[in-house]
């Protein structure tokens, strides 16, 4: 049996879900999905590097089949001073089978769990007035050798990634079959972008800039991409749709319009682009669709699967981009051995490590 009411080094038995390594400061909700016969635990700590021994939150769903604790545990004592909780009645609350939505909510030091994936609707339980934190690290598990299958989405995630860009010479969709090779991939945390349909970014450049976004994963510039080219010959800016690398004209649709005093080179000057149903704008500010710029409408539609940037001729372009929505964070297979181990007769100091590490988790990633 594992969970903080028993085990000091408790985060250790546990599989972190932030595969990204995103900030989750601000985030106080989590929308997950379980399939279980058994017993599962979320962990909510206070330690960036899931240290056992800083203040967390448990969430103790299926305790004795039909009971749920919600637990805030001060440190890594096991003292009955040092935590705090709640109980209530589960019932029917596992399916092996069937994934349950479920979500959990933790502002304002008032931890709660609900079934259905809208927050704070079907409340089935919470612990009230619990000391706050910023919850920096979650970490789940299943206990007592059962498979435990999660679906766990971040909700309202601001990612915010800064590049800096400068190639010489003229580059761009129009004139250049392998274009996307010479980007920048702002998707340093390689989400899935499925379902994104707009980017918020901030840009100080003295020249023309590029966003290239494509259809393929592994940014090849054969397949079909969107380009907005700002600020060419100063003043204006296409938006282009490519269907392939071959430069002819048949293989492109474009729009342009003009877009003067766009440049600055020592100011972050704020704008947009979205490209929900082949509706292709870019505007200004940091609310998408206000303060339309110009668009191309009815283009090609495609799922953007990579985002690269550039500035040519040399200029330096610097860029702040930021991706918002739901991202779903992790898919995951975990099953527990710790108690297994014994009936399979294999001691502890056969294996490195604990008994955990050495069987390891079952562990699955679908992308």
């Not at 994934?99 to 769990?113: N, V």
């Not at 919850?135 to 679906?151: E, F, H, P, Q």
Request: charged share 20%; proline share 3%; with cysteine.
């Amino acid at each position: 049996m594992i969970c903080s009411w028993y085990t000091p080094d408790v985060m250790d038995y546990t599989i972190d879900v932030n595969k990204y390594n995103l900030d989750l400061s601000g985030i106080t909700s989590l929308v997950f999905e379980l399939k279980t016969c058994g017993r599962a635990h979320i962990f909510l700590s206070s330690s960036d590097v899931r240290n056992s021994a800083e203040p967390m939150y448990e969430i103790d769903i299926g305790f004795d089949t039909h009971k749920t604790y919600i637990i805030h545990r001060a440190d890594d004592s096991l003292d009955s001073g040092s935590r705090m909780f709640s109980k209530f009645l589960t019932s029917n609350i596992f399916n092996c089978s069937v994934y349950l939505p479920l979500w959990i909510s933790w502002a304002d030091g008032d931890i709660k769990l609900g079934t259905e994936s809208v927050v704070d609707e079907n409340v089935l339980g919470y612990l009230t007035s619990a000391p706050q934190f910023e919850v920096k690290a979650i970490g789940v598990l299943t206990d007592c050798g059962m498979l435990g299958s999660w679906k766990i989405q971040f909700e309202g995630v601001h990612i915010t990634t800064t590049v800096s860009t400068q190639v010489n010479g003229k580059v761009g969709s129009w004139f250049t079959p392998d274009v996307m090779d010479f980007t920048i991939d702002v998707n340093r945390y390689k989400l899935d972008l499925s379902g994104i349909t707009s980017l918020v970014f901030e840009l100080k450049r003295c020249g023309r800039a590029h966003v290239l976004l494509s259809s393929s994963a592994f940014r090849i510039s054969s397949e079909p991409m969107y380009e907005i080219d700002i600020g060419f010959d100063t003043y204006e800016t296409y938006i282009i749709y490519r269907a392939d690398d071959s430069l002819d004209s048949g293989s492109r649709i474009f729009s342009k319009f003009l877009t003067p005093n766009i440049f600055n080179c020592t100011v972050y000057l704020p704008f947009w682009i979205s490209w929900a149903d082949g509706d292709i704008k870019l505007g200004t500010g940091i609310v998408v669709d206000e303060n339309v710029l110009g668009y191309l409408k009815n283009a090609p539609q495609f799922e953007v699967k990579a985002i690269g940037v550039l500035t040519t001729y040399g200029m330096l372009g610097s860029w702040r981009i930021q991706f918002e929505g739901n991202f779903e964070a992790l898919t995951l297979l975990s099953k527990f051995l710790q108690y297994i181990a014994s009936y399979l007769y294999i001691s502890h100091s056969l294996i490195d490590g604990p008994l955990w590490q050495g069987f390891n988790f079952r562990y699955e990633e679908n992308k």
